[in-house]
């Protein structure tokens, strides 16, 4: 941990308050930066918890269907179980492992209770938000941004932070951002924000406080508020995040570069302009388990982000064969602001050397 953690620790712990407070809300603050979170970013206890903070601020109604890409962690679908909607599982694109517009528009043709699709952008790289919303608006459907992946990333040229959508953020100790256990909703304006400050600590508002009435509770909550000891954390992070972010995108280029015109898959952006902030260097092989197998004898670690949803008990029924194979063929290589560039040079020669 950074020396600045630890001074920001201790900080909080000798204040003699360590819960929701001031530092949370100069955490916030300083993620409203349009270059790194922006809008109005509210701070919550888990990625998981801003995904289905979201839904309840949308007004998503309950009993209605919430179509979440095949290829995302369980967050992005469970949560809308929370929410008591029905899943439907979107297929994707194999070139960017992204929900697939052509499946988002059939299940829109054919499915009258959607009422949201929340959209993942995988492993960093943007998904095209203003074509999807242009699809969702058509049919008076919520668009939500499953942005965990997604710090760092850049759509069209422009930070993410300009969709007009509801985000999620996570800091889980895997995210670009880690504080260990965190994450924060973005909401594009300060009413819906200020809702979102109220439900995530159980609904409590003391805007009405006086002698005898210590709060009201307008509309029942949920316990999601992050505390002061996570902010602290969040906010030393914050201070070293461009000079990782920059290492994550040099790592990425140098794999492309490596791994161009070989056997291997790479899964990217296919705009010029969008850009992959770095969190997962995605590439599909086939054999896939031996290629694994060879990788870790060769001391490389390896993983599989995802297993496809529909393979999970979310009632979903609907058929998603581009996600179900990718999910086949994909290995994240690793991808570390500690790695060097001669190490990503290795892990390549050895890759384009089991698929030989
Ligand atoms: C990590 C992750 C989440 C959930 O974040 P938590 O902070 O662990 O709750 C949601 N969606 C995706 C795509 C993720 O990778």
Same mark, same amino acid.
């Given at each position: 941990m950074e020396r600045s953690s630890m001074e920001r620790l201790r900080q909080v712990l000798e204040s003699g308050w360590i819960g929701l407070g001031p530092v949370t809300e100069q955490f916030e603050q300083e993620l409203s930066r349009p270059d790194l979170i922006g809008k109005y970013p509210v701070a919550l206890n888990s990625g998981t918890a801003a995904l289905h903070l979201a839904l309840v601020v949308a007004d998503v109604p309950q009993g209605s269907t919430v179509m979440v890409p095949a290829n995302t962690f369980i967050s992005t679908a469970s949560v809308a179980l929370q929410h008591h909607c029905r899943v439907i599982l979107a297929d994707i694109e194999r070139t960017t492992g992204n929900i697939d517009l052509n499946s988002v528009r059939d299940i829109l043709a054919t499915e009258p209770d959607v009422s949201a699709v929340i959209a993942v952008h995988y492993s960093g790289i943007p998904c095209d938000i203003e074509a999807l919303s242009d699809i969702a608006n058509r049919h008076g459907v919520t668009v939500i941004e499953d942005c965990a992946h997604a710090i760092g990333s850049q759509w069209r040229g422009r930070p993410m932070s300009e969709s007009p959508n509801i985000q999620a953020y996570s800091f889980h100790a895997t995210k670009a951002l880690a504080i260990g256990e965190g994450g924060c909703a973005t909401f594009p304006d300060a009413v819906s924000?200020?809702?979102?400050?109220?439900?995530? =600590?159980?609904?409590?508002? /003391?805007?009405?406080?006086?002698?005898?009435?210590?709060?009201?509770?307008?509309?029942?909550?949920?316990?999601?508020?992050?505390?002061?000891?996570?902010?602290?954390?969040?906010?030393?992070?914050?201070?070293?995040?461009?000079?990782?972010?920059?290492?994550?995108?040099?790592?990425? *280029?140098?794999? =492309?570069? =490596?791994?161009?015109?070989?056997?291997?898959?790479?899964? =990217?952006?296919?705009?010029? /302009?969008?850009?992959?902030?770095?969190?997962?260097?995605?590439?599909?092989?086939?054999?896939?388990?031996?290629? +694994?197998?060879?990788?870790?004898?060769?001391?490389?670690?390896?993983?599989?982000?995802?297993?496809?949803?529909? /393979?999970?008990?979310?009632?979903? /029924? +609907?058929?998603?064969?581009?996600?179900?194979?990718?999910?086949?063929?994909?290995? *994240?290589?690793?991808?570390?602001?500690?790695?060097?560039?001669?190490?990503?040079?290795?892990? *390549?020669?050895?890759?384009?050397? *089991?698929m030989a």
């Open positions: 924000a200020e809702r979102a400050k109220r439900l995530r =600590r159980l609904g409590i508002d /003391t805007r009405a406080r006086t002698w005898g009435n210590p709060y009201d509770i307008p509309e029942i909550g949920f316990k999601y508020n992050m505390g002061d000891i996570a902010a602290a954390v969040g906010l030393a992070q914050i201070e070293g995040l461009r000079d990782k972010l920059d290492k994550r995108r040099s790592i990425m *280029c140098r794999y =492309r570069e =490596r791994l161009a015109d070989s056997p291997v898959e790479l899964v =990217r952006e296919t705009d010029p /302009t969008d850009r992959s902030g770095g969190f997962a260097m995605p590439v599909l092989v086939r054999n896939r388990e031996r290629v +694994r197998k060879e990788l870790d004898a060769a001391g490389i670690e390896s993983e599989i982000y995802f297993k496809p949803l529909g /393979t999970f008990p979310l009632g979903a /029924t +609907r058929p998603t064969p581009v996600a179900d194979r990718f999910a086949q063929d994909v290995i *994240c290589l690793p991808v570390h602001p500690l790695i060097d560039l001669d190490e990503i040079d290795y892990i *390549c020669d050895r890759l384009i050397e *089991c």
